[in-house]
Nanobody, 127 residues
Framework: QVQLVESGGGLVQAGDSLRLSCAAS????????MGWFRQAPGKGRELVAA????????NYADSVKGRFTISRDNAKNTMCLQMNSLKPEDTAVYYC????????????????????WGQGTQVTVSS
């Protein structure tokens, strides 16, 4: 089992920055590929960014490329999402997710591929 806890959400204005963190406990964190997903009201859950267990591979939704950066620190069992130039359309509940990686470079883009989820943290961007 892997337990995930997100933090760092909040209410900001358009153009501001936020840094989300995901703290993991349980199994060996470094064997797990990770991802950030979000779900806005009335919409489905979508991938924001994903990272392999080695950190060597990353993947971003087109809507956040160039503004968001995903990173991880396996020594500290943490993953972060740096969000810059936030827009009102970024408003959503953000979830941290983990899944056992096939290899050190594997990344996963769909929510069905992830086995462990955090409780979510609200990000609200006002215009």
């Amino acid at each position: 089992q892997v337990q995930l806890v997100e933090s760092g959400g909040g209410l900001v204005q358009a153009g501001d920055s936020l840094r989300l963190s995901c703290a993991a406990s349980g199994r060996t964190f470094s064997n797990y590929a990770m991802g950030w997903f979000r779900q806005a009201p009335g919409k489905g859950r979508e991938l924001v960014a994903a990272i392999s267990w080695s950190g060597s591979n990353t993947n971003y939704a087109d809507s956040v490329k160039g503004r968001f950066t995903i990173s991880r620190d396996n020594a500290k069992n943490t993953m972060c999402l740096q969000m810059n130039s936030l827009k009102p359309e970024d408003t959503a509940v953000y979830y941290c997710a983990a899944t056992r990686g096939f290899s050190s470079g594997s990344i996963y883009a769909t929510d069905r591929q992830y086995n462990y989820w955090g409780q979510g943290t609200q990000v609200t961007v006002s215009s």
